[in-house]
């Protein structure tokens, strides 16, 4: 359990940083059309994921049902999803773009959706 809440944690962090970061202080990167968007969408599909993982494994041991934890953790995700692109705003060098919004999101969904597949399918992964 330990593992999964430190690579979880360790994976926001990295987010924050890359997130909020700013523009100046983040490494160039490959330039061509959808890098941004790639990025976007890779950096939420990792976060949901992994706290999917953690979130698991705590329904798990407290013997509860998971689908409704899912439910309301796949609201947090959006809703942080949305936030830091709002909050992006206040970074010197970044800029709010509701693409990115719906990138993220979208990300959130497919990490969510992976976690799930690869759940229901008793992988090691999970």
């Known amino acids: ?4 809440v430190v690579l979880a944690l360790l994976w926001s962090f990295g987010m924050a940083y890359a997130l909020f970061s700013p523009a100046s202080k983040v490494p160039s990167l490959p330039k061509f ?3 941004d968007k790639l990025i976007h ?5 990792g976060m949901a994921f992994l706290w999917d993982r953690v979130i698991r494994q705590q329904a798990d041991e407290k013997k509860k049902k998971s689908n409704k934890l899912f439910t309301k953790y796949l609201v947090l995700w959006i809703f942080i999803a949305i936030l830091t692109e709002y909050l992006q705003r206040l970074v010197p060098g970044r800029s709010f773009d509701y693409f990115d919004i719906i990138t993220n999101i979208i990300g959130v969904i497919t990490g969510t959706g992976i976690f799930v597949y690869l759940n229901k399918r008793g ?3 999970v």
């Open 1 to 4: 359990m330990r593992e999964k």
């Open 33 to 35: 059309y959808g890098s």
């Open 41 to 45: 969408f890779g950096i939420f599909v």
């Open 123 to 125: 992988s090691v992964l």
